[in-house]
């Protein structure tokens, strides 16, 4: 079974930067489509940001364009989402999913995805 596993959330304030990983027990990421999304209390989960297997480039929504940055390190097989200028606005559980079939990747649609991680908080003070 595919478990995925964020880390790297955390309390930062307004402006601040946080790093989230993505890795999987006992084997690579190298292969998997990756989406970030996330959800905060009381609203809709919402892709952020997602990276293909080897196909195109990442890919942003408009609210974290220009402050997000999805990439991978293939010596470890593992995803990473950088934060930059967090705003409370991010403050949300961000979860990582992968998957084997994606062509490309998307952040519009978290059914697309097969594999979901638990999830990890990131919390934005004013």
């Known amino acids: 079974e595919v478990q995925l596993v964020e880390s790297g959330g955390g309390l930062v304030q307004a402006g601040g930067s946080l790093r989230l990983s993505c890795a999987a027990s006992?084997?690579?990421?190298?292969?998997?489509?990756i989406g970030w999304f996330r959800q905060a209390p009381g609203k809709e989960r919402e892709g952020v940001a997602c990276?293909?297997?080897?196909?195109?480039?990442?890919s942003y929504a408009d609210i974290v364009k220009g402050r997000f940055t999805v990439f991978r390190d293939r010596t470890k097989g593992t995803v990473y989402v950088q934060m930059n200028n967090l705003q409370p606005e991010d403050t949300a559980v961000y979860y990582c999913?992968?998957?084997?079939?994606?062509?490309?990747?998307?952040?519009?649609?978290?059914?697309?995805?097969?594999?979901w991680g638990q999830g990890t908080e990131v919390t934005v003070s004013s």
């Open positions: 999913a992968g998957d084997l079939t994606l062509a490309g990747c998307t952040v519009s649609t978290a059914g697309a995805y097969a594999y």
């Open positions: 990276i293909g297997s080897s196909l195109g480039d990442p």
């Open positions: 006992g084997f690579t990421l190298d292969d998997y489509a």
